[in-house]
């Protein structure tokens, strides 16, 4: 399984960037599909995530800003960021967990650098 994200770049406090994630290779069709985000310094967190069948989980500081979504056909799985903050500036990472299958797996993207700055 390959990810490929794309979608990163600087912005100003206060604006938006869209990220992608496509997912190529033999992925078991239960799965979720997260953004994670690690900050210099400090430990990868989970951003959101969103199940096969469309649940969503946020951390508690993205709520209301970030909107996961996904296309299942396309296996792709997008971040909608807006009022993009300074404490947003992380390296953006795409994970794919297969937990419906007999051996759950963790499938990693390469990140992609977001950066919110004046």
């Known amino acids: 399984v390959q990810l490929q994200a794309s979608g990163g770049g600087w912005v100003q406090p206060g604006g938006s960037l869209r990220l992608s994630c496509a997912a190529s290779g033999s992925i078991f069709r239960i799965n979720a599909m997260a953004w994670y985000r690690q900050a210099p310094g400090k430990e990868r967190e989970l951003v959101a995530a969103m199940t096969t069948a469309g649940s969503t989980n946020y951390a508690d500081s993205v709520k209301g800003r970030f909107t996961i979504s996904r296309d299942n056909a396309k296996n792709t799985v997008y971040l909608q960021m807006n009022s993009l903050k300074p404490e947003d500036t992380a390296v953006y990472y795409c994970?794919?967990?297969?937990?419906?299958?007999?051996?759950?797996?963790?499938?990693w993207g390469k990140g992609t650098q977001v950066t919110v700055s004046s």
């Open positions: 994970d794919v967990y297969d937990y419906g299958s007999e051996s759950p797996m963790h499938y």
